[in-house]
């Protein structure tokens, strides 16, 4: 018999390689997602414009353009195209009956052909030339660059050079401003309309505090928008709005009608179990699957699981650190053939560190679903080396863990081992030389543990349920370190793929969780969807995941709408949860 704490041998009675390869790099991202901050202030440059006497091209901003004819020089004065000008500010420029007009918010000038006199914000100006067409183009004089704009030109002799600045307009504070109902009724969709605007640019960013699209409560409610513009200037406003009484939807009846995917919302937990079970076609396969879970939390040095993987592979990989030291865990794999081995990183989610499991449980699958570029990598004979070095660098306080869902495809056996180690540990120096850890909860090597569920039967007519991450003896496999068998109880790094082949118009799907908390992910045709958007579900709550809207045109010309889902359980999160799946008839 092996002991939990006694590494078993290989079964060829080879003594364990030990060697050294360099940590291979593999671009996975950890850290979390930051909260959003206003957009930092752009910096308000003066505008440039530079050439050189008798040359076809001029300078705007730093960009060299051509031009058809060199600047010409009427009676000894330098006359300006204000095209230029215009571009160089970013002015607006248009006719009308008094005049060409060159506008920027805070600057306006009007200009006559063959006048001096103009004028500057309804100021009269008199110029030093009159305003010419030359070849179609209106001309200023250039002394025109202080009498019209707050600017300035120096002339380099040597050079034949003429520089023009001209100093930008002070900016403009955004202007915060929205307008909404009086009163609205308890569940009834607010219309909120937005008329915020910078007056002299663009918004860079709004917020909303305590802003919600409908309210279950019946009171006054405070709604503030925040307005901010690129050059670090911001404005609020503030307006109340009154729900009464009066109830038009429940939050069920709400979202069954106008949620979008990821919304949350109070049901029935009892209802929910009644529906009847959709009939279904299953086929098991796919991947074979290395779970490292157990111990879940881990309180010193030592082997997490290890094992051989050869073909197409996925880790699952999900612990927490038991200890008031800071220690990490580390993924080293091992080729111990006489030949190098291909190895093909494929899907992948690792989220961590944070002691919040989850959150962590739940960001790991949503970066799986979403899925990443490929990676190849070459591991050469007798040589061991570090799968993923970002959790080298990662050490991790006492109750913080990490969750991981990577996919893996070799032409060859490899041999994955996971340890948990001292933050000053190289995980090359120790990888065959550590004890096992007492096992605690789940862990093995899984064959088959992809699930294909198909349901041919027409949906949408009647409720109906399925029952997805059973807690039960559904995927069984073998403890690598002690040959014994396991069990995979909630198919944690399995991954369900769900195909409605017959859905009706206005059918609506939602998620129900029947355990306990959840926090998760699931793909939904292709779109990854947090679920729920905001906080976690327990039984007592819905998220919707799909309403299935009806294309323009006839709809009897179209095949049947047909679902896809993809579902895999989340580290940390209550297993089982229900897909159900009602017709839309009830919500129109």
């Known amino acids: 018999m092996i002991k939990d704490n006694q590494r078993p041998t290989k079964p060829n009675g080879q003594k364990p390689i030990i060697s050294k390869a360099i940590a291979l790099s593999i671009a996975i991202s950890i850290a979390t997602a930051g909260a959003g901050h206003p957009a930092e202030a752009a910096e308000r440059k003066p505008a440039q414009i530079v050439f050189v006497h008798g040359e ?149 960013k709004v917020e909303w505090i305590d802003r919600k699209e409908v309210y279950f409560e019946a009171g006054t409610y405070t709604i503030t928008q925040k307005v901010y513009d690129n050059d670090g200037a911001s404005s609020h406003v503030t307006r109340q709005l009154k729900v009464t009484d009066e109830v038009m939807y429940t939050p069920f009846e709400y979202y069954m009608r106008f949620g979008t995917p990821g919304a949350m919302f109070d049901v029935d937990t009892r209802l929910m179990n009644t529906y009847e079970e959709a009939v279904v076609t299953e086929t098991r396969g796919g991947r074979t699957l290395y779970m490292s879970n157990a111990p879940e939390r881990f309180f010193d040095e030592g082997l997490l699981y290890e094992d051989e993987l050869d073909g197409a592979g996925r880790l699952f990989i999900h612990h927490r650190n038991g200890s008031s030291e800071r220690l990490k865990l580390a993924v080293v794999v091992t080729n111990e053939q006489s030949e190098a081995v291909q190895l093909t990183i494929g899907n992948r989610g690792l989220a961590g560190p944070s002691h919040n499991a989850l959150q962590f449980g739940f960001a790991a699958v949503k970066r799986y679903l979403t899925g990443a570029a490929p990676r190849v990598l070459t591991i050469e004979p007798n040589t061991s080396a570090i799968l993923l070095p970002e959790l080298d660098k990662i050490a991790l306080n006492q109750n913080n863990g990490i969750s991981g869902l990577i996919d893996v495809d070799s032409d060859g056996p ?21 004890p096992s850890l007492e096992k605690v909860g789940n862990r093995g090597t899984f064959a088959n543990t992809d699930l294909s569920l198909v349901v041919g039967e027409p949906l949408g007519i009647t409720a109906k349920k399925l029952r997805l991450g059973h807690r039960g003896t559904s995927i069984t496999g073998v403890d690598a370190l002690t040959g014994q068998a396991t069990v995979d109880g ?99």
């Open 490 to 588: 909630g198919e944690y790094g399995a991954v369900n793929t769900i195909k409605l082949t017959d859905v009706a118009y206005g059918t609506r799907i939602l998620f129900n969780p029947r355990a306990g908390n959840f926090l998760g992910a699931i793909e939904v045709n292709g779109e990854v969807i947090s679920v729920p958007a905001g906080g976690f579900a327990d039984p007592s709550k819905g998220v919707l995941l799909h309403i299935q809207h009806q294309p323009e045109g006839d709809a009897a010309l179209l095949p049947p709408p047909e679902v896809t889902i993809r579902f895999t359980s989340p580290g940390a999160s209550s297993l089982p949860v229900l897909l159900v799946i009602l017709p839309g008839s009830a919500f129109e």
């Open 56 to 204: 076809k091209q001029v300078s705007v901003n730093g960009t060299v353009k051509p031009t058809a004819a060199p600047m010409p020089v009427v009676k000894g004065v330098t006359m300006i195209p204000i095209r230029l000008i215009a571009s160089a500010i970013g002015a607006k420029v248009y006719n009308d009956k008094s005049g060409t007009h060159i506008d920027t918010y805070a600057n306006k000038v009007t200009l006559n052909v063959n006048m001096r006199g103009t004028k500057r914000n309804n100021s009269y100006k008199l110029m030093a030339a009159p305003a010419l067409s030359i070849n179609g183009t209106l001309h200023v004089p250039i002394s025109a660059v202080s009498l019209l704009w707050t600017g300035s030109y120096t002339f380099d002799k040597n050079k034949a050079q003429l520089s023009i600045v001209i100093q930008p307009d002070p900016n403009v504070p955004p202007v915060a401003d929205f307008q909404l109902p009086i009163e609205v009724k308890r569940g009834e969709r607010v219309l909120l309309q937005d008329l915020s605007y910078d007056p002299d640019g663009k918004l860079a």
């Open 414 to 434: 490899l041999t994955y081992t996971t340890m948990a180690l001292k933050e000053s540990t190289d995980p090359l120096d120790v990888v065959h030389n550590l």
